[in-house]
């Protein structure tokens, strides 16, 4: 793997934005640094390639990070990425979202719901929505198919009734003319979503790429964040993501640069969101392995000292 090149794999999402705007502003590069950005289609293939040493820079849910550092990864005990936590990332609004003939979380009785993966936080915030609708996880049946654009294709071709989405795929969902029946943010004060992780390899040999990588989203999210930059990001978004159609922008960017749905501000790690995320794990994970405290799957000592000097 070559020393000038930053292997990061993310998510497709509108989160991704600070990077975006990182890699379009020469941040990356004024480091002495070009970046290679995959897509990932599963957190399974993430963690798997991730496992293979292919990945430096890991754009993940904390669940991820929590559920492989606990031995309940769902890609088997056999994958170990390895992942720590570097910063924060997104509180990351979870919308459930129906097919238009269901119009509440009741009608999901009996219909099928597309996940990623059955044993991911995502996964259990809809076990949770669920619950709170009477509905028990036998009631339905469950079908992993991918990230986010596999699960929304999925319900839109009508191979599904209904999955979360985050944007833009909720508003293109809205669009379309389907319905949103709950949100996770109607459920909790704060979910830590999105996650910046290394491997704690990279980090004990390599440690500049993760500094770089820290130090360049930092300023990509600075300028996403500031209102006088709104038209430049929403150019960018649009550029990278062609899907979001104009009229869904909008909606798109005001739930991105909300700190209750989307980029945290600094990529500040949400203390409650952590603790939400593993009590999640506590109530739907397997029960055969502990879940180690929050603070054993971070590593902030570079964004501390970065974050601090970047304010």
């Excluded at 990509?220 to 038209?231: A, F, R």
Aim: net charge negative.
């Amino acid at each position: 793997m070559s020393n000038n090149i930053l292997n990061v794999i993310a998510f497709p999402g509108a989160p991704n934005l600070p990077t975006f705007a990182a890699m379009e502003h020469g941040q990356f590069l004024q480091r002495g640094f070009d970046v290679n950005l995959e897509l990932t289609p599963s957190s399974i293939y993430q963690a798997e390639e991730t496992a293979a040493g292919n990945f430096d820079i890991i754009c993940t849910a904390f669940d991820n990070v929590v559920a492989y550092g606990s031995g309940q990864g769902a890609a088997g005990a056999g994958v170990n990425p390895d992942y720590v936590v570097l910063m924060g990332a997104t509180q990351l609004e979870l919308s459930l979202i129906t097919a238009p003939s269901s119009n509440n979380i009741s009608d999901l009785a009996g219909k099928s719901i597309a996940l990623d993966a059955l044993t991911t936080g995502f996964a259990f915030v809809l076990f949770d929505m669920l619950e709170s609708a009477g509905i028990a996880r036998s009631d339905v049946e469950f079908v992993a198919v991918g990230a986010t654009p596999q699960r929304w294709q999925s319900v839109k071709d009508g191979n599904q009734v209904a999955t979360l989405t985050i944007e833009p795929f909720t508003s293109l969902a809205l669009l379309e003319g389907f319905n949103v029946v709950a949100k996770s943010t109607d459920f909790y004060s704060e979910y830590q979503g999105g996650v910046i992780a290394t491997t704690r390899s990279l980090l004990a040999n390599q440690p500049e790429k993760a500094k770089v990588f820290i130090e360049a989203y930092l300023k990509g999210l600075t300028w996403v964040l500031d209102p006088s930059n709104v038209d430049h990001a929403q150019t960018l978004l649009s550029s990278r993501m062609p899907q979001i159609r104009q009229r869904a922008m909008l909606a798109v960017m005001s739930s991105l640069t909300s700190p209750k749905s989307g980029l945290t501000p600094f990529a500040a790690l949400l203390d409650k969101g952590m603790d939400q995320v593993v009590d999640l794990r506590k109530k739907y994970g397997s029960s055969s392995s502990p879940i180690a405290p929050v603070a054993n799957f971070l590593d902030l000592s570079l964004y501390t000292d970065l974050e601090q000097s970047s304010r």
